[in-house]
């Protein structure tokens, strides 16, 4: 099994971001890229760069008003005077319903969620990258390949349409998704990182052609809070086509995997023809997010219940923080996975 990812995706480097309202450091570092490719190379996978894919496979699932943003923010935040050096919001609209603003300051607080996702100069070329690793990985898979792994970074999951947030630009998992329709009827993704991936339910929600499944801690005092509700299960011809579990923080392997085993049974009536999986790693007991307690030996087997799925795969990087054992999960998860004979 091939892993996709370029030097790219590493320039990318956030400052800043407020928990809790106090600044702090930003934790998407790019030091986890170092730590995932070895946790790669340790599974026995080997990494090929990705082509460049265009802004098509990225404009599927992103509106333009959005992708002009990203790409053109940081050269017209310098203009502001006084402004800060990387951009962030500071208000947003109540409603999305309104008119678009003009201003700069008035599109990050329309474009961007919260403060975890600064952009800096090299923001939209990591972005874009990162996107593209999403679609050689579901261009290996329709050329006949069983799986890959998208090394993406900056991650995806919390990105809506047109909404960045949560350390996350281009939905790379969405991205994926809709790539594989070109050939697949129905793509299921499976998103088993620590946060709720509201991006990606954003993007399908009123869509019966992909049905999205989150694992993640109780929202109801955890990021993103205001998604990932067990009663949010789409909507118009998408209503039954999203399916969130909500976990108690702190739950370990064993309940882990038994929501997996309910998110399975979904999954088997869908039908699906393929699978994006959102890998998180930041349900580690470890991580410095803290909200599940997934061994290392958990990820392995998570990784061999999801093999066992038999679907055409795409496991796509989402989130996973510095700590000593980033790059062992990702090893136990890909090895449980069978990445090596893949
Ligand atoms: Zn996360």
Not at 61 to 84: C, D, K, M, N
Not at 204 to 211: H, M
Request: glycine letters at 10%.
């Amino acid at each position: 099994m091939k892993t996709f990812f370029a030097e790219e995706q590493k320039r990318h480097d956030p400052k800043a971001f407020l928990s809790s309202g106090a600044p702090q450091p930003n934790p998407e570092r790019p030091e986890r890229v170092e730590r995932l490719l070895a946790g790669a190379k340790s599974a026995g996978l080997t990494i090929e760069r990705p082509r460049e894919h265009g802004l098509g496979p990225v404009a599927a699932v992103h509106t333009p008003e959005y992708l002009a943003f990203l790409e053109h923010i940081f050269a017209r935040w310098q203009r502001i005077e006084g402004a800060s050096a990387e951009v962030m919001p500071n208000i947003h609209p109540l409603a999305r319903t309104g008119s678009y603003p003009a201003s700069a300051v008035g599109q990050a607080g329309y474009h961007m969620a919260d403060t975890a996702c600064p952009i800096s100069a090299e923001t939209w070329q990591s972005a874009l990258w990162s996107a593209w690793s999403a679609v050689e990985a579901a261009e290996a898979v329709i050329s006949g390949a069983p799986a890959a792994y998208a090394l993406c970074r900056p991650p995806g999951h919390h990105a809506f349409a047109d909404v960045a947030g949560g350390f996350c630009f281009i939905n790379n998992s969405a991205v994926a998704a809709q790539v594989l329709r070109k050939q697949a009827g129905r793509v299921v993704i499976l998103d088993v990182d620590l946060h709720h991936g509201n991006g990606t339910q954003g993007i399908f929600y009123a869509r019966a052609d992909v049905l999205t499944v989150s694992l993640h801690a109780d929202p109801v005092r955890f990021y993103p809070f205001f998604w990932g509700h067990a009663d949010e299960r789409g909507e118009g011809p998408g209503l039954g086509y999203n399916f969130n579990l909500p976990l108690p923080r702190k739950s370990a392997d064993a309940a882990f995997l038994e929501a997996l085993e309910v998110a399975f049974q979904r999954i088997h009536a869908f039908s699906p023809d393929a699978l994006v999986v959102a890998l998180g790693l930041d349900a580690f007991e470890g991580d410095p997010f803290g909200g599940l307690s997934v061994t290392t030996p958990g990820f392995s087997r998570i990784g061999e219940a999801i093999a066992k799925l038999g679907l055409p795969t795409i496991i796509v990087q989402e989130g996973g923080y510095l700590c000593d054992a980033l790059g062992d999960n990702l090893t136990a998860f890909l090895t449980g996975f069978g990445g090596k004979q893949r």
